[in-house]
């Protein structure tokens, strides 16, 4: 078995992979997921998140037909999908692969958090939904945010019987990639960074190539 890769492989990688083999997901990995996600941080240590682990093939053909629906309507935008450039024709390829599959997918995760208890939404959330993608690539899984999934939110909640005090803020459809992970393409820091001030530029960051330091950390 691969030796588990550290921490800055793991941060430098993990891509929404969104193409999974039918193999399942034990308990024990999925806990595992679970327990580093809780360690996440969250206002006054609050912790109202709630994870529901969602293996019922009627609730993710359910979920299948919004993603589907929400897809169609996202992809009116790209008349020419071929015609992209490699990486985006890639990545809509892989959207419209989940959305159309939404239903095999080994496991989703539907992540939801006390409504209006934070003054920043989804800022105690977001903390633990990555902390649990992070593991999951780390133990080999790959998954990735897909919102489209979750339709008008109202139709899911009922569906799952969420109360009306928690809103749903995301779906994290994981298993066994069928795509690999690898190198995530960003904006360099330095057209995201200010010193100081906004809009003054950083000279160390202006000095770093534009890639990052991701050779520091990857085989090449
Ligand atoms: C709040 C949020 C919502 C997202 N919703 C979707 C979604 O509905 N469908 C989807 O395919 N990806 C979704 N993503 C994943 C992003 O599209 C993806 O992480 C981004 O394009 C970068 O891709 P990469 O991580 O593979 O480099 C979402 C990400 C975030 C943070």
């Known amino acids: 078995m691969r030796e588990q890769?550290?921490?800055?492989?793991?941060?430098?990688?993990?891509?929404?992979?969104?193409?999974?083999?039918p193999d399942p997901v034990p308990d024990e990995v999925l806990f595992q997921l679970l327990d580093a996600a809780i360690r996440a941080p969250s206002g006054q240590n609050a912790q109202d998140w709630r994870f529901i682990i969602v293996r019922d093939r009627t609730v993710?053909?359910?979920?299948?037909?919004?993603?589907?629906?929400?897809?169609?309507?996202?992809?009116?935008?790209?008349?020419?999908?071929?015609?992209?450039?490699?990486?985006?024709?890639?990545?809509?390829?892989?959207?419209?692969?989940l959305a159309s599959h939404f239903a095999e997918v080994p496991v989703v995760i539907v992540v939801c958090g006390l409504r209006?208890?934070?003054?920043?939404?989804?800022?105690s959330i977001f903390p633990a939904v990555q902390n649990l993608l992070l593991a999951a690539r780390a133990l080999g899984l790959g998954g990735s945010i897909f919102n489209l999934a979750l339709g008008d939110?109202?139709?899911?909640?009922?569906?799952?019987?969420?109360?009306?005090?928690?809103?749903?803020?995301?779906?994290?459809?994981?298993?066994?990639?069928?795509?690999?992970?690898?190198?995530?393409?960003?904006?360099?820091?330095?057209?995201?960074?200010?010193l100081e001030r906004w809009g003054r530029r950083w000279p160390f960051a202006e000095a770093q190539p534009d890639e990052g330091w991701q050779g520091r950390w990857l085989q090449p």
Request: charged share 30%; aromatic share 10%; hydrophobic share 35%.
């Open 153 to 194: 939110r109202e139709a899911l909640r009922q569906l799952l019987g969420i109360p009306d005090t928690n809103e749903i803020f995301c779906a994290l459809p994981l298993g066994y990639p069928s795509d690999r992970h690898g190198p995530v393409r960003r904006k360099p820091v330095k057209n995201v960074t200010f």
């Open 60 to 97: 993710k053909e359910r979920m299948q037909t919004w993603a589907l629906q929400a897809w169609e309507r996202y992809a009116q935008r790209f008349p020419d999908i071929d015609s992209l450039p490699r990486t985006q024709r890639l990545s809509l390829r892989a959207v419209e692969h």
């Open 5 to 21: 890769p550290g921490f800055f492989e793991v941060v430098y990688t993990t891509r929404a992979l969104r193409r999974f083999r």
């Open 116 to 123: 209006g208890r934070h003054t920043t939404p989804g800022g």
